[in-house]
């Protein structure tokens, strides 16, 4: 859903095409309230439009590293000369290459809650009870999330999770990551929250409008209960 068709279908409702009414950051902010609220309601019903996969490989992240010492001026006194210079800048060295089972990778910044995970082979890891249990001999069939990190010791692995909607910074670029079925509740809840709709009444139109969009989506193939037997 593109953020633009949306800032232009509220102008159009509104009838602010001027931009006399409101501005295209009272607009932002009232469309990122609605992405708040959406996200909220979403979650609590395990909406699939929420979940995202996402397959990282250790080798090809390290193919795309550069010099460890690119732009380092933050680095700590040590014995190592980074250049030669009048004054030489001394500092640590940092090992830029990722590790996941040592360095762990972090999480996606979208991310809200772990679905599922395997290896790329497709066989799936379980839960460790700590970090060593990760590193030991054992460990390529387990994974551990600590401080926004996730510990896996294999080279690949596929995670699908729960994402969060990200908000609206540029309506020329962005997009709102939703089928365009939901466009008309956003524009709509969205003229709620610029014309001060209270709390109550946001609450109960989101769920609304999710209501009518998410039930059955994910069981369209299923067979509906006869109400009697035979």
Not at 81 to 103: M, N
């Amino acid at each position: 859903m593109k953020a633009l068709r949306v800032l232009r279908m509220v102008r159009q409702k509104e009838q602010d095409n001027d931009e006399v009414k409101f501005s295209d950051y009272d607009i932002r902010e009232a469309v990122n309230e609605v992405i708040r609220y959406l996200n909220v309601s979403l979650a609590n019903k395990g909406s699939q439009h929420l979940q995202k996969v996402c397959t990282f490989d250790q080798n090809e992240l390290n193919a795309t590293v550069g010099d460890p010492y690119w732009q380092s001026p933050e680095l700590y006194e040590s014995e190592i000369e980074l250049y030669d210079s009048d004054e030489p800048l001394y500092g640590v060295w940092i090992d830029p290459r990722y590790d996941f089972a040592t360095k762990g990778l972090e999480l996606p910044r979208d991310y809200v809650s772990l679905v599922d995970i395997r290896r790329t082979d497709g066989y799936p890891l379980k839960p460790a009870t700590s970090l060593g249990e990760v590193r030991s001999p054992w460990g390529d069939r387990k994974y551990i999330i600590l401080g926004g990190r996730i510990y896996v010791k294999a080279e690949a692995f596929c995670i699908c999770y729960y994402c969060s909607l990200q908000e609206v910074q540029d309506f020329d670029e962005d997009e709102i990551d939703l089928p365009d079925i939901y466009l008309d509740p956003v524009v709509k809840l969205t003229r709620m929250v610029l014309n001060n709709a209270d709390v109550d009444t946001m609450t109960q139109a989101v769920n609304t409008a999710v209501d009518r969009a998410v039930p059955r989506r994910r069981y369209t193939n299923m067979r509906q209960r006869m109400p009697f037997r035979l």
